[in-house]
Each structure stands twice: as C-alpha cells, then as structure tokens.
T-cell receptor
Framework: SAVISQKPSRDICQRGTSLTIQCQVD?????MFWYRQQPGQSLTLIAT?????????ESGFVIDKFPISRPNLTFSTLTVSNMSPEDSSIYLC?????????????FGPGTRLTVT | GNSVTQMEGPVTLSEEAFLTINCTYT??????LFWYVQYPGEGLQLLLK?????DKGSNKGFEATYRKETTSFHLEKGSVQVSDSAVYFC?????????????FGKGTKLSVIP
C-alpha cells in the first residue's frame, strides 16, 4: 500500500480566489487521480494525472478551472480556480498501486474546502 | 458504461445487529469489485475486494461475495459495533475496458447505536 498526505487538510476561502491542494506519496507511482466529493455525495473523478504528460480531464471538468501539475512520480497539485460556493467539497487524491496481480487505489485523507 | 447501484441510506442499526448493504453493478468487461469505508472526517480506506466470480472478500468481520449471475457484491457483517459507523462505498474497476479507474456507488451511511 501507499501512504498519501494532502495539504491543506481543510480551508475556508472567499469566492473568486484560488486554492492549490498538494498531494504527496511515500513511493513512486505512475497514475494519480483527483476526485471531488460534494456534500453527502459519492466521489466524482476530476482528472487523471500521469507524470510527464498533460492531465486527462473527465467530462464536466476543464483545465482552466482545475489545473493540475505532476512534476514527479511522488507529487501532484490540484488548483481550484476562481472559486464559488458550489466548489465547496472534499477533494481527494488517490494513487494506483499493484497489489499482487490487482491494481488498487489508495486514497489520501482529503482536503475539506468551504467557499464563502 | 459502467455503473454501481447501492441501497439508499441512511441505515441505523443497534449494536450486534446483522448488516447487509446491497450493491449491484453494470460493467462492459471483467470488473474487480471493492468496498471502501469512509469514517467521519477521514478519507477512503479499502475495506475488501474481489477480482473474479465467486471470490469472497473479507476484512474486519465484513464479507462480500462476487456474484456474476446476479451482478452483485453485497456487504455483510454478522454483528456490527458502534465503531463501524461510517459511509460505505461500493466500487468497480473494469480491467476488460483497459482502464483501472474506479466507478463508485453513491455511498450508504451506517449509524450503529449502543
């Protein structure tokens, strides 16, 4: 398994500002994912971030709103830009690792964002 | 496309009661199935998994059996504890489609009262 940390753990931001969330893994991984969990909802995949290439965004998410960096195999950032109250969510990063013959995803503790 | 359907919550049980959370899925390939648990204020933890038909995943007293004929992966526990109060997510990863991305159900909130 992998140990994942995220910073900040929570934040309260004003609308119109941007917040960058950091995700650090204790081992080198190829694939990292960013998810959004809106209040009382399930997880929605925002994008897949592979080192050395552009992030791949899911339908409904765009790079201008959620720019992602992946400078190396242990680190990634997600920026939530020009925030509005609708962006209030938990943002989670996850990594894919091989456990035997099966790929598993391991999740960070999440960043709880409130936009006022 | 892939989808996961879980029973609606919230579920409230007394301590030592039997738990079942239903989960059914639709997938185009040969999915692996997972249950994740999210304790209050925390991220997701993998609870158990199964990779092929008739596999049984188990952990911490929880069990789920991969039933291909009914496309189901119901979560069960014989005697729940207050510490099991959490949100439980069923998920699949469809290897046959060449993607290891997870598709999640909506989650079922479990509250166990003393």
């Amino acid at each position: 398994s992998a140990v994942i940390s995220q910073k900040p753990s929570r934040d309260i931001c004003q609308r119109g500002t941007s917040l960058t969330i950091q995700c650090q893994v204790d081992s080198q991984v190829t694939m990292m994912f960013w998810y959004r969990q809106q209040p009382g909802q399930s997880l929605t995949l925002i994008a897949t971030a592979n080192q050395g290439s552009e992030a791949t965004y899911e339908s409904g998410f765009v790079i201008d709103k959620f720019p992602i960096s992946r400078p190396n195999l242990t680190f990634s950032t997600l920026t939530v830009s020009n925030m509005s109250p609708e962006d209030s969510s938990i943002y989670l990063c996850s990594v894919q690792g091989l456990a035997g013959l099966l790929y598993e995803q391991y999740f960070g503790p999440g960043t709880r964002l409130t936009v006022t | 496309g892939n989808s996961v359907t879980q029973m609606e919550g919230p579920v409230t049980l007394s301590e030592e009661a039997f738990l079942t959370i239903n989960c059914t899925y639709t997938a185009t390939g040969y999915p692996s199935l997972f249950w994740y648990v999210q304790y209050p204020g925390e991220g997701l933890q993998l609870l158990l998994k199964a990779t092929k038909a008739d596999d049984k995943g188990s952990n911490k007293g929880f069990e789920a059996t991969y039933r291909k004929e009914t496309t189901s992966f119901h979560l069960e526990k014989g005697s729940v504890q207050v510490s099991d109060s959490a949100v439980y997510f069923c998920a699949l990863s469809d290897r046959g489609a060449g993607s290891y991305q997870l598709t999640f159900g909506k989650g079922t909130k479990l509250s166990v009262i003393p």
